[in-house]
């Protein structure tokens, strides 16, 4: 095969899995409303620059490069789809580096095979169509995977800790990945320059993120609400990572196993010593960190995601090949390596022609040093037709497999994008207070982070007045605003007949004991003073308009302005 041929080839594997997940993200993009995480980028990004940077002093500093960024988008068009349009480059970018890293280490099918299974993934394809950071972060993490891969075989090590660095300001929980690359250089054996190099880039790396730190540190309080994990955590990240159906999940877990075997290589980088530490090794710390102290989401965790397929796929490239030594009855042989070098991958249709004896001719690997030169028309020539015919076919067998694999998952991504899978629907609050409630009409948040639908979608509660409110979001540097204090809202509310009360469910229990004092106040104000006149429900919100219990507003009342 030519080397433009070959080129060609390794474009395709990296191209095809990038248009794939184009489509798949750029699929019901517009669904319908924000939910709150995305409501808070959307009401973060379009402040001014010094009130982000005030925001950032108090909450949220582990996403402040990301929302600069979205300032920068949503200056251009704020809006949902352009909210999400940077997630949809990012999930493909991502697939684009899986399938380069799979190309890389092994062969283009291996690449392209590893770059649709991330595609088809329903977790990237949730991820990929959420306001957030997160697929930015896996693409992040990816293409600095590829970049190791690049500086053991000879490359620069400075894009490596730059591109490192960036995702770890990015969200700072990416750092973990260097514990899985350095799982990787030990696995492969790289010499004692390579691990200086390594630990020089790495270092910097925890010098720029270490102020983020220390400043997100003092905000901890924003993940109260985590829990620690347990072993349905476990099942639950496997079955995101690999699919949960039995049917799907047992062929991939069986594929990930045949490469995992071959993840120790000696002197050289294997797609298993590469993707099984990036799998593992940090949802697995950051799990045992969080029985101590719980940090864990799964999201968190979404960029490790990427060496799933690449194991598989790398399984799946074993398996043929073993399929093909039973079918011929032949003797299995090393790939000819890429760029006519043997070690530094396989050439994309030579299985059958003898490398050098020694570690850099015993397998598909990334080798460490260099080898014989062989040319790559004299490898062509040497391979007979047939053997052509049987790659491309075997490569053709594994990309409807795959696709096999989209068609079943199509009715989780279908529900994916339904508005209604998400846990709240503030453009659906915001519709319901435009019906109900009138101009100038007091509304109370409780508790006040259901303001949110407010900064979110603002037309819903044009004229209304925001009874608890002192000083609004941005102006104050927080979230959702600075609330008046307990005497003041006493005050304000002992002047008022009724109020509108939009409220999360576990507000309105008997049970719910906020810490909060004013969001005491609210509650002691409106049971002790107030009874419940309407009631309207929408998902993960309650609207409810109380009176006063006093005549004539406990019995027959009329809402002003009603005929």
């Not at 095969?1 to 990038?18: H, T």
């Not at 400043?215 to 309080?221: I, K, L, Y």
């Not at 605003?481 to 509108?500: D, F, S």
């Amino acid at each position: 095969m030519s080397r433009l041929s070959e080129r060609r080839a390794e474009c395709l594997a990296v191209l095809v899995p990038v248009v794939a997940m184009c489509a798949i993200g750029l699929w019901g993009l517009d669904r319908d409303g924000m939910w709150r995480d995305e409501a808070v980028t959307f009401q973060v990004a379009r402040r001014s620059v010094p009130q982000i940077r005030h925001l950032l002093g108090s909450v949220d500093a582990v996403h402040g490069l990301y929302y600069l960024l979205m300032h920068l988008v949503l200056a251009v068009h704020p809006g949902e789809v352009a909210l999400r349009l940077p997630s949809v480059c990012g999930a493909a970018l991502a697939a684009g580096l899986v399938a380069a890293l799979g190309t890389r280490l092994c062969r283009p099918r291996v690449g392209l095979w590893a770059g649709l299974m991330y595609a088809a993934t329903p977790m990237v394809g949730h991820y990929a169509q959420e306001g957030r950071s997160y697929a930015l972060v896996a693409a992040g993490v990816a293409g600095a995977t590829l970049l190791l891969v690049r500086a053991v075989r000879g490359g620069r090590w400075w894009p490596y800790g730059t591109v490192l660095a960036v995702t770890c300001v990015l969200h700072e929980f990416a750092v973990l990945v260097l514990l899985a690359h350095a799982c990787t250089l030990a696995l492969a054996r790289v010499p004692g320059a390579t691990w200086r190099r390594w630990g020089c880039a790495a270092g910097a790396v925890v010098v720029v993120l270490l102020p983020l730190v220390l400043v997100s540190w003092g905000q901890s309080a924003q993940v109260a609400w985590l829990t620690a994990p347990d072993g349905r955590s476990v099942e639950e990240l496997l079955e995101r990572f690999a699919g949960s159906s039995p049917v799907l999940l047992g062929p991939y877990l069986v594929l990930m196993a045949l490469a995992g075997g071959m993840a120790r290589s000696r002197r050289e980088l294997s797609p298993a010593g590469v993707a099984l530490p990036l799998m593992v090794l940090p949802p697995a710390v950051l799990m045992g960190i969080s029985q101590i102290s719980p940090l864990y989401d799964d999201r968190y965790v979404l960029y490790s995601l990427a060496g799933a397929p690449l194991l598989a796929a790398a399984g799946a490239e074993r398996a043929a090949g073993v399929l093909g030594r039973l079918r011929t009855g032949r003797r299995r042989l090393p790939a000819v390596p890429r760029q006519a070098t043997y070690g530094h991958g396989a050439a994309v249709g030579a299985p059958v022609l003898p490398a050098p004896r020694g570690p850099a001719g015993r397998g598909g690997g990334v080798a460490l040093r260099d080898a014989p030169r062989i040319s790559a028309s004299r490898a062509h020539d040497a391979v007979p037709p047939s053997a052509w015919v049987r790659y491309r076919g075997g490569a053709l067998l594994g990309v409807l497999a795959v696709c096999t694999v989209l068609v079943a998952q199509l009715p989780l991504l279908r529900a994916d994008r339904r508005a209604d899978h998400r846990p709240d629907d503030l453009a659906g609050v915001s519709a319901l207070v435009g019906r109900a409630v009138r101009p100038g009409d007091p509304v109370l948040f409780l508790p006040s982070l259901e303001r949110r639908s407010a900064l979110a979608y603002p037309a819903g509660f044009k004229g209304v007045r925001d009874v608890a409110l002192d000083v609004p979001a941005a102006e104050d540097g927080s979230l959702y605003g600075r609330e008046a204090g307990p005497a003041e809202l006493r005050r304000r509310l002992g002047g008022l007949a009724y109020v509108w009360v939009v409220s999360e469910p576990f507000a309105l229990r008997s049970t719910w004991a906020p810490p909060n004092p004013t969001e005491r106040a609210k509650l002691a104000v409106v049971n002790r003073e107030f009874i419940t006149r309407e009631e309207y429900v929408r998902r993960g919100i309650t609207l409810r308009l109380y009176v006063r219990r006093e005549e004539p507003w406990s019995a027959g009342w009329t809402q002003p302005g009603a005929s």
